[in-house]
């Protein structure tokens, strides 16, 4: 969902949980080619950390008689060809690290234009505390990831 879509708090919790979910997923196709344990655990712990927040945004959807969207098969399809295009050649910590930072900036940009939207549009405060939190824990992520450039 595009943020120039989001009308209102159910458009902004649909924006929120595709956009944890993409999170989550990425690192789900990027786990197996990580052998650092430190990454690999603090990856886990991102990965918690995104499906939590998409089980709140499904939740959420839910008790207002919304399914929320998976992405679809090709956009997945896609974006796991992608990584691995980007991790064929090179799996080191930093390459890892850097995709990582990477897939946090643009969680971060997409939630800022979900928030910023929903702002504009009037929305509850509910759904943009949700990504208000979101993007806290994306800050956290990056400094996590920074120590493995």
Do not use: W
Not at 21 to 48: F, Y
Not at 100 to 125: P, T
Request: one cysteine or more; hydrophobic letters at 40%; charged letters at 30%.
């Amino acid at each position: 969902m595009e943020a120039t879509e989001v009308r209102s708090r159910a458009d902004t919790l649909a924006c929120i949980y595709e956009n944890v979910k993409m999170g989550a997923d990425s690192i789900v196709n990027l786990l197996p080619k990580v052998e650092d344990s430190r990454l690999k655990s603090d990856m886990s712990v991102q990965l918690s950390g995104y499906e939590k927040f998409a089980t709140r945004a499904k939740n959420e959807l839910k008790e207002m008689g919304i399914e929320a969207e998976e992405k679809g098969f090709m956009t997945k399809t896609m974006a796991k060809m992608g990584m691995e295009f980007n991790t064929m050649m090179d799996t080191s910590l930093s390459h890892i690290a850097e995709m990582m930072l990477q897939g946090s900036n643009m969680g971060i940009v997409e939630m800022n234009k979900c928030i910023n939207a929903c702002e504009r549009n009037g929305c509850e405060d509910g759904a943009v505390s949700l990504a208000r939190e979101i993007l806290a824990f994306e800050e956290k992520n990056l400094e996590r990831m920074k120590k493995y450039l």
